[in-house]
């Protein structure tokens, strides 16, 4: 049961939030990272009106109008809000509750709740957009929460979501492996066969509120467990074409390299974990634009949780894979983008991904792009938010310390806006 001193927070917190009308506010900090270049910058300061960037520079040369609120934040940088382009807000972690339980014993009223609770505790952490790949047996509950969230009431970051996501039939979960065969079991994504039904499918998700369209190009259905292709190149191809027929981007889970491979000829625009992606695949999604969201704090996750893994230890197999596919589109040049399967841990820990993207290869720069105007691109929203330049809207976070040479100061979030609205900041 949630406590009800978590619920009279949230009741607060809203209710805190700046109306129309609000005052100009003027950002201080010690230096501002925006996204537009690889260092962070001193002595500039960022002039936010009516939700958005009107002017950054230095403090004494901007003009905001009488009854401008400052706010001074000292010690920390300033960066764009951050964006996880891999959550599920509608999970916990697992070694909390299984996911089989959560899908068949949490009542979808309760894990839309608790689902809100996750959403605030995301933004309060500094990242002010998610790409929510799946309410994983949830039905379309992610429509609702993502418009209380845009209506006000709750916080939580932007949402962009896929709704039921959509697999191969008997080859998701929960079961049928290892349930009685006479149980019909409620299931975590939409299950199709063909390519009617792969089509049908979209269009149902893409009418009921679905941002992007997730496919499962693979699952763990071989003989002894394996991953291997579930969904035929044919109803990938279905999928990828109805889908981007009505403006539908498409979010492909594949582990496999024969999942991802299949995945980017049908067309694919991101590519979900890709442990096993071969050199051959990735230089294939170079060619075609496609990006990667590795995932490697989920993997990690799993490995503690089930694995034995003990941080700081040896790394469990499917870590070395991770870690292996991660360094090698690096060095292909694959687009890269911050998405962390968080859900499987815990939410508001978002920034364990960027910071494992730094500990496997990327300079802070790079990890910050990736969880900011390299994510914004990915979403189609490179001209809304992502970086601290005019126009665009003031979502934004500062952390203690400089995240753009030093990755863990993501860490340590001092201050959040999102839509020029205040969520987190300073004690006076």
Same mark, same amino acid.
């Given at each position: 049961?949630?406590?009800?001193?978590?619920?009279?927070?949230?009741?607060?917190?809203?209710?805190?939030?700046? /109306?129309?009308?609000?005052?100009?506010? *003027?950002?201080?900090?010690?230096?501002?990272?925006?996204?537009?270049?690889?260092?962070?910058?001193?002595?500039?300061?960022?002039?936010?009106?009516?939700?958005?960037?009107?002017?950054?520079?230095?403090?004494?040369?901007?003009?905001?109008?009488?009854?401008?609120?400052?706010?001074?934040?000292?010690?920390?940088?300033?960066?764009?809000?951050?964006?996880?382009?891999?959550?599920?807000?509608?999970?916990?972690?697992?070694?909390?509750?299984?996911?089989?339980?959560?899908?068949?014993?949490?009542?979808?009223?309760?894990?839309?709740?608790?689902?809100?609770?996750?959403?605030?505790?995301?933004?309060?952490?500094?990242?002010?957009?998610?790409?929510?790949?799946?309410?994983?047996?949830?039905?379309?509950?992610?429509?609702?929460?993502?418009?209380?969230?845009?209506?006000?009431?709750?916080?939580?970051?932007?949402?962009?979501?896929?709704?039921?996501?959509?697999?191969?039939?008997?080859?998701?979960?929960?079961?049928?492996?290892?349930?009685?065969?006479?149980?019909?079991?409620?299931?975590?994504?939409?299950?199709? /066969?063909?390519?009617?039904?792969?089509?049908?499918?979209?269009?149902?998700?893409?009418?009921?509120?679905?941002?992007?369209?997730?496919?499962?190009?693979?699952?763990?259905?071989?003989?002894?467990?394996?991953?291997?292709?579930? *969904?035929?190149?044919?109803?990938?191809?279905?999928?990828?074409?109805?889908?981007?027929?009505?403006?539908?981007?498409?979010?492909?889970?594949?582990?496999?390299?024969?999942?991802?491979?299949?995945?980017?000829?049908?067309?694919?625009?991101?590519?979900?974990?890709?442990?096993?992606?071969?050199?051959?695949?990735?230089?294939?999604?170079?060619?075609?634009?496609?990006?990667?969201?590795?995932?490697?704090?989920?993997?990690?996750?799993?490995?503690?949780?089930?694995?034995?893994?003990?941080?700081?230890?040896?790394?469990?197999?499917?870590?070395?894979?991770?870690?292996?596919?991660?360094?090698?589109?690096?060095?292909?040049?694959?687009?890269?983008?911050?998405?962390?399967?968080?859900?499987?841990?815990?939410?508001?820990?978002?920034?364990?991904?960027?910071?494992?993207?730094?500990?496997?290869?990327?300079?802070?720069?790079?990890?910050?792009?990736?969880?900011?105007?390299?994510?914004?691109?990915?979403?189609?929203?490179?001209?809304?938010?992502?970086?601290?330049?005019?126009?665009?809207?003031?979502?934004?976070?500062?952390?203690?310390?400089?995240? /753009?040479?030093?990755?863990?100061?993501?860490?340590?979030?001092?201050?959040?806006?999102?839509?020029?609205?205040?969520?987190?900041?300073?004690?006076?």
């Amino acid at each position: 049961m949630l406590h009800l001193e978590v619920l009279f927070g949230l009741a607060c917190l809203v209710a805190a939030q700046p /109306s129309a009308g609000a005052p100009d506010v *003027l950002l201080i900090p010690d230096r501002v990272w925006t996204g537009t270049t690889d260092r962070s910058e001193n002595g500039l300061a960022v002039h936010v009106h009516d939700g958005a960037i009107v002017a950054i520079g230095p403090v004494e040369r901007l003009a905001v109008p009488s009854g401008t609120r400052r706010i001074v934040l000292k010690g920390a940088t300033l960066t764009p809000g951050l964006i996880d382009l891999h959550s599920h807000l509608f999970l916990h972690p697992y070694n909390e509750t299984p996911w089989n339980d959560q899908v068949l014993k949490e009542p979808q009223d309760y894990r839309s709740v608790l689902a809100t609770v996750h959403a605030r505790q995301t933004l309060l952490a500094g990242f002010t957009a998610l790409r929510d790949l799946g309410t994983e047996g949830a039905g379309y509950a992610d429509v609702s929460i993502k418009r209380a969230i845009d209506e006000g009431l709750v916080p939580g970051p932007r949402l962009f979501v896929a709704t039921r996501a959509i697999v191969a039939s008997s080859s998701y979960g929960p079961g049928p492996r290892g349930f009685r065969p006479d149980l019909e079991l409620p299931q975590g994504a939409q299950a199709i /066969s063909g390519v009617d039904e792969a089509a049908r499918a979209v269009r149902e998700q893409a009418a009921r509120g679905a941002d992007w369209i997730k496919l499962y190009a693979d699952y763990r259905v071989g003989p002894n467990g394996e991953t291997m292709p579930t *969904l035929s190149l044919a109803e990938t191809k279905a999928i990828v074409e109805a889908a981007h027929r009505i403006g539908r981007p498409v979010a492909a889970h594949a582990g496999s390299d024969a999942g991802v491979r299949m995945a980017v000829e049908a067309g694919v625009d991101t590519i979900e974990h890709g442990d096993a992606a071969s050199d051959e695949t990735l230089q294939l999604m170079k060619r075609h634009g496609v990006a990667f969201e590795p995932t490697l704090a989920a993997v990690m996750a799993i490995g503690e949780y089930f694995e034995h893994y003990v941080p700081g230890g040896e790394p469990t197999p499917r870590m070395r894979e991770s870690e292996r596919a991660f360094r090698a589109a690096l060095r292909v040049g694959v687009i890269i983008g911050n998405g962390s399967d968080v859900g499987v841990f815990a939410h508001g820990e978002n920034a364990r991904e960027p910071e494992l993207m730094v500990r496997y290869g990327m300079t802070p720069a790079q990890a910050l792009h990736a969880a900011t105007d390299g994510a914004a691109k990915i979403l189609r929203q490179g001209d809304r938010f992502g970086r601290i330049v005019p126009g665009l809207r003031a979502d934004l976070a500062a952390f203690e310390g400089d995240p /753009s040479t030093s990755i863990d100061a993501l860490g340590k979030p001092i201050f959040v806006m999102k839509d020029g609205a205040v969520y987190r900041e300073p004690a006076p």
